[in-house]
């Protein structure tokens, strides 16, 4: 079975640029979350969607960022225009069930995100 | 508000000896506690977790942790390391709100032979 995928592994853009995140989940699931660790900083919550549904985006940095789940499948997330401080690296996984009623959280091994 | 902190941010261990990363955690009513384990380039993966049933939790490869409400802590163990032990663990918390995961700062384990 395949896992949480995400790509790029690794984007470099200039600041103002635009990046397109892409996380196809593992089939079947129908929660999906993003996760951004900024260097030096813990991991932190950015959005839940159930389907294609948001569910809480009360992590979302700022209106620079935009997450869609068009059909309750894959999802992406853009940053534009990106700035320094959106550099790190973006996690996504997604369960089956929510964590906390014994749902499991499956994580990609990330997409590193570099604005100069 | 939920929080955890992770005590050491490196722990150095030789193999065979054992191992103990340390957790506190925050919250205002019994909390759903995880480790999660990184291992370089790869995702995060669900070690252990605890969701209010037995206190002494047992995980994948040999890992455990004992949840603690007096101490307000979640220690992760292991009686014997391995070199393939070698990552980055965080503790985690679920948020009392919503479904957010609340990552500590993260430990990293070293292993020497």
């Known amino acids: 079975e395949a896992g949480v995928t995400q790509f790029p592994s690794h984007s470099v853009i200039e600041k103002g640029q635009t990046v397109t995140l892409r996380c196809d989940p593992i089939?079947?699931?129908?929660?999906l979350y993003w996760y951004r660790r900024v260097m030096g900083k813990e991991i932190k919550f950015l959005l839940h969607?159930?389907?294609?549904?948001?569910?809480?985006e009360s992590g979302m940095p700022n209106n620079r960022f935009l997450a869609e789940r068009t059909g309750g499948t894959y999802s992406t997330l853009k940053v534009q225009p990106a700035e320094l401080e959106d550099s790190g690296v973006y996690f996504c996984?997604?369960?089956?069930?929510?964590?906390?009623?014994?749902?499991?959280?499956?994580f990609g091994e990330g997409s590193r995100l570099t604005v100069l | 508000a939920q929080s955890v902190t992770q005590l050491d941010s490196h722990v150095s261990v030789s193999e065979g000896t054992p191992v103990l990363l340390r957790c506190n955690y925050s919250?205002?009513?019994?909390?759903?506690l995880f480790w999660y384990v990184q291992h370089p380039n790869k995702g995060l993966q669900l070690l252990l977790k605890?969701?209010?049933?037995?206190?002494l939790v047992k995980g994948i490869n040999g890992f455990e942790a004992e949840f603690k409400k007096s101490e307000t802590s979640f220690h992760l163990t292991k009686p014997s390391a391995h070199m393939s032990d070698a990552a980055e663990y965080f503790c985690?918390?679920?948020?009392?709100?919503?479904?957010?995961?609340?990552f500590g700062k993260g430990t990293t384990l070293s292993v020497s032979s």
């Open positions: 996984a997604s369960s089956q069930d929510q964590p906390g009623v014994g749902g499991e959280l499956f």
């Open positions: 089939s079947g699931h129908d929660n």
């Open positions: 969607f159930v389907k294609e549904s948001k569910q809480d």
């Open positions: 919250s205002s009513y019994s909390p759903s």
């Open positions: 605890y969701t209010s049933a037995a206190t």
């Open positions: 985690v918390v679920k948020g009392q709100a919503g479904t957010a995961l609340i």
